[in-house]
Every structure is written in C-alpha cells, then in structure tokens.
C-alpha cells in the first residue's frame, strides 16, 4: 500500500563538505475460549431484542458510473476518498472511474482499507433502516460484490433491550494484514463487548479471536502477518488500558503480553523484525515509558522510563532520538536537548546540537531530521545520524518511481527526469501537488486541487478529478 506523499530528495553534506546521496522519501479482551471451528454466518443471529424480520442490504447512494471505460477485469486498481467523502476506484491508467456504492460509515476516521493481494477492499457502511448500525462490507472488484455483509453491533443501540455495552467501539479502521490475506475487525457481534474478528480472503471464511468481558481497542498487525497485538480497555472515557494481548491469525492463541502500570493508552513506534516491536505510553502529559516488547518470549524491556516528546526511531539500528521533558519524574539528570538511545544500549547520548526539534527519521538517507534550516543555508535543514553527527540536508521535491528510472520534480512546474537527472518532460499549468506513481511505473497520478493522470509512452495529461484534493488512497488488487 503506498502512501500520498512528495518526496524529499536529500543530498547529504557535512557542514563544509559536498557528497551526493541518493533521492529520498519525505514527507481486550481476556483469554478466549479454543475456536476451532470456522465462524461462518455473514451476519450475526437477531437477539431476541430485534424486531425486524430480515436485515437488508445497505441502501446504495449510487450506481457505477457508465463512462466511456469500465474497470479492468484485473488490478491494479487505485481507491481514494475525497473531500466530500466519496469512495472512487480507477484502473491503474486512470480509466473506468466509479463511485463506490455505498455509503460510508459517517463516525470512523478511516473506513477503507484496501487488499494488497486479493481484489478486494473492505469499507464500514451503514444501515439506515437499523438506526444507522456500522456494516463491514468486503467488496471484490471489478463488479463490486459484496462477498460479506458483517453487522458490527448485533443489535440497534437505540433498542432499549439491546444488550450492547455502550462501551462498545467499532469504530477503529479495518485493517488487512501485510500479506494482503488477512482483514482484522472489531464488532459487538456475539456479545455485549467487542472482540477482534478475522476474516480470510483465501476462503471467504470469518472467525472470532478474542473473547471477555472489557473492550478492544486500538490494534495493529506484526509484519510477518501472524499476530494482531491489541490493547484491552475497560473504559473509553479516560481511555484506561488494562492490558495488552497478541491474537495469532495462524493458531488458536491470544497471548497476555503486559499490563501497563499507568493503565494509559499504547502507542506504536515501530517493529524491530516480526517478533519484536517498540511501544510508548501517550497521556494528557505527552509520551513517556518506551519499551521493548517481544511477543515470542514474553520479555518486556524498559528503554526510558520519563516524560518526552513524541519519539522517532531507525528500525534499522533500533535507535531512538527523544527529546525529555525536563523535570518530570526520572528526567532530573537531562539538560534540554535532544538524546539518543537504543535497544542495545539504553544509555541516553545528547546530540551535540542547541536547536530543539525532530520532525522525524528519514530511512533511505539515513537521518533523524528536524525542521530548523543550517545557519548558512537557508536551502538546506539540520539532520543528524544514528550515532549523533549533525550534517546539513539540501532540498529538493521529488518522487521516484517504484522502478528507480524516473522522477518528478517540481520546479514551477512538474518536471520528469529519467535515471540520469536529465529532463524528459515538463507539464504546465498542474500547479503543485502530491505524486502517486504506479506500481508497475508506466505513469503517475497527480493530485493537485485536480487529479491528474499522466502516462510516461505518450505523456497525455489526463485530467479524473476536479475541485477536491484527495484525502486518503490506496492500491489494491496487485
């Protein structure tokens, strides 16, 4: 799944020295029971509580658009939402444009994800005639079946008699794993809490995960695609954390992994490899108690224990630039300034810099950056290395393609330049705006306050869109 994004071409140099480096990128459950059969129904029984007879399909706002192309029978295909919260699909040249057909749920940040394996893509819908219940729809293209029709609450709330915890949080973005096989769900739909649920493209199968009596919360998948760790939480209104669990979507297992002392939410800053994995507490104060988790053995490490600003870490070495807050609880040995640790060495390292800012770790050129430009360059930002040297960044906007022969750079306008820097093409008039390459790189999509679509054989522009930047896109079906 690619991501909307400019590129930061970074050249790195020491302060006084030049040297070229390559174009970058910028910019609860408690143990369930053994689940040994498959959980099959598409929708959950009625309760007792229902008074309808049947719960029918969501209504559809409109029907696929009939252009002068239809979807290809094979991805390809590129899935974006825009500002007035309409769900398109195109082929990957910018054809067959189509509105998704059903209506978004309205109270989830995220409502899409899209397979990066199977064509299919999942979206929370809704269903009017049922007070508005969330719907899981799993959609295969190009014809857009409905392949499952999963209500999330397994009665209206507005029900008296319905048994629902009003607790109950669905509204967590379905997420398919790494591998594209895989969609994890959250839904009240077997009981009053939510539990995690795990849908399988490579049988159109549905089970249940997770079981208890407190609610899921936010989750997210390993990446080797095995294990969902997710945190368990009692109440929603102070968001209280009762512990953290790993769900295996291979085995019938749901590991206990820790329970946080400060009962505050988790929040994920990065994998290791697939086993191990780095975790922050986030409160009304700001970040503090890094940690090492390792789901196969169970291990739980302290990195830094106090209060800091929000971290960013180089999984490759597994280092960590913090910024403390001075004067909180374990911080009284920090001057202001920004530290380095790792999970090799935990021993914090102050980056001999005055400036005070981290905008965030930069993998392809190897830097923490910061948003404070060089004393004698006002082209060019601080950065600093995993082991602490501080060099100037020379910007440059760019976006190279997936292939590493092509790149587009906006000069004014938006230019193309082949593997050699030199230039092929430029485009007028686009104005500025985020690049979205093809997977195979035989052209690029454009999204300015217009979605353009520019094909690298011909170089026609092709205008999609109009009048609504894109607010979220994805790939899928590859």
């Not at 029971?33 to 099959?40: K, L, R």
């Not at 590129?78 to 059903?102: C, F, K, M, Q, W």
Request: charged share 20%; aromatic share 14%.
């Amino acid at each position: 799944m690619l991501g909307a994004f400019f590129l930061l071409s970074l050249l790195a140099v020491g302060c006084s020295n030049s040297s070229d480096i390559s174009t970058v990128s910028i910019n609860a459950p408690t143990m369930p029971p053994e689940w040994t059969a498959t959980y099959s129904p598409t929708i959950p029984s009625p309760t007792t509580t229902y008074t309808a007879t049947s719960q029918p399909s969501p209504t559809a706002t409109s029907s696929p658009n009939e252009e002068e192309s239809e979807l290809y029978p094979d991805g390809p295909w590129l899935l974006y939402v825009n500002e007035i919260e309409e769900a398109i699909v195109v082929n990957h040249d910018g054809t067959g444009r189509t509105i998704v057909p059903y209506t978004i749920y309205p109270y989830i940040h995220s409502a899409f994800d899209a397979s990066g394996s199977f064509p299919l893509f999942a979206v929370v819908s809704t269903d009017a005639i049922f007070d508005n219940v969330p719907v899981l729809l799993i959609i295969s293209l190009p014809d857009f079946e409905i392949l499952q029709e999963i209500y999330l609450y397994s009665c209206p709330m507005n029900d008296p008699g319905c048994v629902v915890d009003d607790q109950a949080d669905v509204f967590f973005q379905p997420k398919w794993s790494p591998n594209g096989r895989y969609l994890a769900f959250l839904g009240a739909i077997e009981g009053p809490s939510t539990d995690i649920y795990l849908y399988d493209a490579s049988n159109n199968s549905i089970r249940r995960l997770t079981s208890g009596s407190n609610q899921v919360g936010e989750f997210f998948w390993s990446p080797d695609s095995k294990w969902i760790v997710h945190e368990e939480v009692s109440n929603f209104s102070g968001w209280i954390v009762e512990a953290v669990w790993a769900a295996s979507s291979v085995h019938d297992e749901v590991r206990w992994l820790y329970s946080p002392a400060s009962k505050q939410g988790q929040g994920l800053l990065g994998w290791l490899d697939d086993d191990r994995y780095v975790v922050y507490e986030h409160g009304y104060e700001g970040e503090s108690n890094l940690r090492l988790i390792s789901i196969r053995s169970g291990i739980v490490s302290t990195l830094f224990p106090g209060l800091i600003h929000e971290p960013f870490m180089d999984p490759e070495s597994g280092t960590i630039a913090i910024i403390p807050v001075v004067g909180a609880p374990y911080n009284d040995n920090y001057e202001t300034g920004i530290y380095l640790i790792s999970v090799r060495n935990t021993t914090p390292r102050r980056v001999d810099i005055d400036d005070i800012n981290i905008d965030g770790w930069n993998a392809e050129v190897g830097y923490f950056l910061m948003s404070t430009y060089c004393p004698d360059n006002s082209d060019r930002l601080l950065g600093f290395t995993p082991d602490g040297t501080v060099e100037c960044v020379s910007i440059s906007y760019a976006s190279t393609s997936p292939d590493d022969q092509w790149t587009v750079t906006y000069e004014g306008e938006i230019q193309l330049l082949d593997s050699n820097d030199n230039l092929i093409r430029t485009f007028e008039g686009l104005g500025y705006g985020a690049v979205i390459w093809r997977p195979d790189s035989e052209g690029f999509f454009v999204n300015t306050r217009n979605l353009y679509y520019i094909d690298l054989f011909e170089f026609d522009v092709v205008q999609i869109d109009e009048d609504g930047s894109i607010t979220q896109f994805m790939w899928f079906g590859k």
